[in-house]
Structures are given as C-alpha cells and as structure tokens.
C-alpha cells in the first residue's frame, strides 16, 4: 500500500526554522516527482516546492524563495523541506505528494495541485510568537 507520512511540524517564533520530512511506504520515490503544499484555514491548498525524480530541478512558490529549501534522499525514500526565516503567514497544514514520471522526464516537476496523485495526511506548522 502506497503511504506518504509527514512529519517534522511544530510551533516556532518567527524567524526560526523547522525540517519537514516526507517518508515513503510501499514504494521506491526514485520514479516520482514530490511536492510540498500548505492549506491555512480558509484558504485553498498552494504549492510551496517541488522536486523532479532525479533531484536535478527544483520549483519554489515566490513567497517562499530563498527561505525554504527541498532536498530528497531516495536512499532512505524520504524527501525534506528545510524552512528557514519562517514567518506568521507560514502557518499552515503541510502535505506531501507524489506522481510518477512521465513523459516530462526526470528534470520536471509541477506547484500544481492537480498534477499529484497520492498524498500524506500533513503535518501542522504555526509560527507565532
């Protein structure tokens, strides 16, 4: 059974950082794109980043650019987001999600909800003083 766990969320002042993890279950993330989203209350979910299958390219929403940092580790079948600089308007359910390559190859990966078929159940972040 194909499972995305998320874990790593917490309450954290602002400007502090925090690791998100994403781990994999029931299958090997080598053949998939990842995405991080975040839904705040009363919002819809947004695309934070996202991590082609080889690692090569990377995309990043512009309100997170040069804070936030996606990295995967297909070893231990988990991908990280690293946030740093983490501000009140942070706060959020965080999601991991994961497609399998196709066409697109190994350098593409998409910010788009839709483009993602499985989904971890998320893990909360509240940065608040």
């Known amino acids: 059974q194909l499972q995305l766990v998320e874990s790593g969320g917490g309450v954290v002042q602002p400007g502090g950082s925090l690791r998100l993890a994403c781990a994999a279950s029931?299958?090997?993330?080598?053949?998939?794109?990842i995405g991080w989203f975040r839904q705040a209350p009363g919002k819809e979910r947004e695309g934070v980043s996202c991590?082609?299958?080889?690692?090569?390219?990377?995309n990043y929403a512009d309100s997170v650019k040069g804070r936030f940092t996606i990295s995967r580790d297909n070893a231990k079948n988990t991908v990280f987001l690293q946030m740093n600089s983490l501000k009140p308007e942070d706060t959020a359910v965080y999601y991991c999600?994961?497609?399998?390559?196709?066409?697109?190859?190994?350098?593409?990966?998409?910010?788009?909800?839709?483009?993602?078929?499985?989904w971890g159940r998320g893990t909360q972040v509240t940065v608040s003083s």
């Open positions: 999600a994961a497609v399998r390559l196709d066409y697109r190859g190994t350098r593409y990966c998409s910010l788009n909800v839709d483009a993602y078929d499985y």
């Open positions: 029931g299958f090997t993330l080598d053949y998939y794109r």
């Open positions: 991590i082609s299958s080889s690692g090569i390219s990377t």
